[in-house]
């Protein structure tokens, strides 16, 4: 499934993910994973709302979708998310032997599929992943600004 079509469309369900993540306040970071054409996890950033570091959306994706094989490995599975995974979420990617990740914008300051780090095609690991970077990219580095901008404007009118 490597049709740029497919990408976009699912890019979009991920970018629509990330919306809820902006409504409860959250970093709006979206993300799903596809199998066979399907989508088996579909999550977004709970960070502030869970009070929890390691609740990204990649990480919450991850679990949804390794319960819905049930299956820890992730074989023949994509991943789209909105922003470049962090390093932590890189590895969990590695670990879970998902076959190909599909991110958005790139995420110059814990980005670790390519912009800081490449975990996700390390040599030294057990596994790597294909990876497509700029999927629908301007929408959700848009989507990214507009949160921190409205986040900053609140700030100074408080």
């Known amino acids: 499934m ?11 369900a991920a970018i629509e993910a990330a919306r809820i993540a902006e409504d409860n306040g959250d970093v709006p970071i979206g993300a ?3 199998c066979e054409n399907r989508i088996i996890g579909r999550a977004y950033n709970q960070r502030e709302q869970l009070k929890d570091p390691t609740a990204h959306a990649e990480i919450i994706a991850l679990t949804q979708a390794a319960a819905a094989r049930q299956s820890w ?3 023949g599975c994509t991943m789209y998310v909105t922003l470049e995974p962090c390093p932590m ?15 958005g914008c ?9 912009s800081l780090y490449n975990i996700v ?36 009118s408080d």
């Open 2 to 12: 490597n049709n740029n079509k497919e990408d976009e469309r699912f890019m979009r």
């Open 32 to 34: 799903v994973i596809v």
């Open 73 to 75: 490995r992730l074989n």
């Open 89 to 103: 979420c890189a590895g969990a990617l590695v670990l879970s032997r998902m076959d190909r990740l599909v991110f």
């Open 106 to 114: 790139g995420d110059p300051k814990s980005g670790a599929c390519g």
């Open 121 to 156: 095609d390390d040599e030294r690991l057990n596994h790597r992943l294909e990876v497509a970077a700029g999927v629908l990219a301007e929408e959700c580095r848009e989507q990214l600004q507009n949160f921190f901008e409205q986040k900053r404007y609140k700030k100074t």
